[in-house]
């Protein structure tokens, strides 16, 4: 993430906190960098230099007038007409980490090799929740890779207790065991 999305995100985030529509704005956003990534010939069309500012507003419009909030719709015009339009994914990030601290939420992914079921990622919600005291954004993801067990993934830190890690550890003291 670049400084300039970090800028724009924080001062969308002001915006928005002062018009009590943090939440909604940031599910906006999420649904827009979405649908940007699905159609990324769309992004080259707002970047394309045979296109007037006016007629790239004139893209945006059409395509979310309505479906956003007019704070959202008048920050991508911005970031279009200033060119930066490739740099939303990265708005969206730091967006969603102001968002997160200003809530109490963390987000934490966790790997395993088989999908956890409904019951088990609620219990791992619950007791996250009681360790850290905040919030938890649970996001699952399936690794067949980790052969079993559990890694958390979280505020840039892994708390690893897969068998795929203790494997690696028995190597690794058998390559450095003398005899």
């Not at 002062?18 to 649904?31: H, K, S, Y």
């Not at 990030?93 to 790997?111: H, I, S, T, W």
Request: hydrophobic share 35%; glycine share 8%; charged share 25%.
């Amino acid at each position: 993430m670049t400084q300039i999305a970090t800028t724009y995100a924080e001062a969308l985030y002001g915006l928005a906190k002062d018009a009590a529509i943090t939440g909604q704005i940031l599910e906006e956003l999420a649904m827009v960098s979405e649908i940007w990534k699905e159609n990324p010939d769309y992004i080259r069309l707002l970047k394309a230099p045979s296109l007037s500012k006016q007629e790239r507003c004139g893209l945006l419009d059409q395509g979310f007038r309505g479906r956003v909030h007019q704070y959202l719709l008048n920050f991508l015009k911005i970031l279009c007409e200033k060119g930066y339009i490739s740099q939303l994914e990265g708005c969206y990030q730091a967006y969603r980490r102001q968002y997160n601290e200003d809530n109490g939420v963390l987000e934490v992914c966790a790997v395993t090799a088989v999908e956890l079921s409904v019951v088990l990622q609620e219990n791992l919600k619950r007791k996250l929740e009681k360790t850290t005291g905040k919030q938890i954004d649970l996001r699952c993801r399936v690794d067949a890779r980790v052969l079993g067990g559990i890694r958390l993934e979280m505020e840039g830190r892994q708390l690893d207790g897969t068998i795929r890690r203790r494997l690696d550890e028995l190597q690794s003291a058998l390559h450095t065991t003398v005899i």
